[in-house]
């Protein structure tokens, strides 16, 4: 199983927003709504932020949004702040009952 | 509050085995998945497999099968993941993770450091 493809960087201004891909296939994120955000922070755990392509945990800020097209999910930050600087990985279920993550996207917030 | 505890790192040599729990409280153990995720230094996160703690029934990722084992026991909680067969690229923080049957991993473990060195 191939990981997820996404962007390794991305960057931004305070306020600005900004669009994270994760591409796929049909075995798993195109085939399946069951695709997860995740935000990590230096040293820390991974923290869910989006399930089910496009909703938010309890606490989790409405500036975080995910959607998907095809066999590509997207999360997108609006209103981006210094404390959004971190690393961000999707997953998604797999049809050989696995699960997948992408490589991981760097965020950088100018 | 759903808690989900690690044992400490671990220094292991080359060929050794390792054995990392995870203790949960705050919810019914049996009621989720638990899955175990790594992240070697500096790298991504790595799916390792999953566990029934209800069942005790397994799926591993073929990367790992024949070299992981991963078990539970229900009166303490405990979720254990055992690599054997270390090699220095096993080196990495092991991670637990409940998941939801939507296939969140919607609660992590604080991370154990396994360094695999001679």
């Known amino acids: 199983q191939s990981a997820l493809t996404q962007p390794a960087s991305v960057s931004g201004s305070p306020g600005q927003s900004i669009t994270i891909s994760c591409t796929g296939t049909?075995?798993?994120?195109?085939?399946?709504?069951?695709v997860s955000w995740y935000q990590q922070h230096p040293g820390k755990a991974p923290k869910l932020m989006i399930y089910?392509?496009?909703n938010r945990p309890s606490g989790v800020s409405n500036r975080f949004s995910g959607s998907k097209s095809g066999n590509t999910a997207s999360l997108t930050i609006s209103g981006l702040q210094a404390e959004d600087e971190a690393d961000y990985y999707c997953?998604?279920?797999?049809?050989?009952?696995?699960?997948?993550f992408g490589g991981g996207t760097k965020l950088t917030v100018l | 509050q759903v808690q989900l505890v690690q044992s400490g790192a671990e220094v292991k040599k080359p060929g050794a085995s390792v054995k990392v729990s995870c203790k949960a409280s705050?919810?019914?153990?049996?009621?989720?998945?638990m899955h175990w995720v790594r992240q070697a230094p500096g790298q991504g996160l790595e799916w390792m497999g999953r566990?029934?703690?209800?069942?005790?029934?397994?799926n591993y990722a073929q990367k790992f099968q024949g070299r992981v084992t991963m078990t539970r026991d229900t009166s303490i909680s405990t979720a254990y993941m055992e690599l054997s067969r270390l090699r220095s690229d096993d080196t990495a923080v092991y991670y637990c993770?409940?998941?939801?049957?939507?296939?969140?991993?919607?609660?992590w473990g604080q991370g154990t450091l396994v360094t695999v060195s001679s």
């Open positions: 089910e392509v496009s």
């Open positions: 049909s075995s798993d994120v195109g085939g399946y709504n069951y």
């Open positions: 993770a409940r998941v939801t049957p939507e296939w969140e991993l919607d609660y």
């Open positions: 566990i029934n703690p209800n069942s005790g029934g397994t």
């Open positions: 705050g919810y019914t153990f049996t009621g989720y998945y």
């Open positions: 997953s998604s279920y797999t049809s050989s009952l696995h699960v997948v």
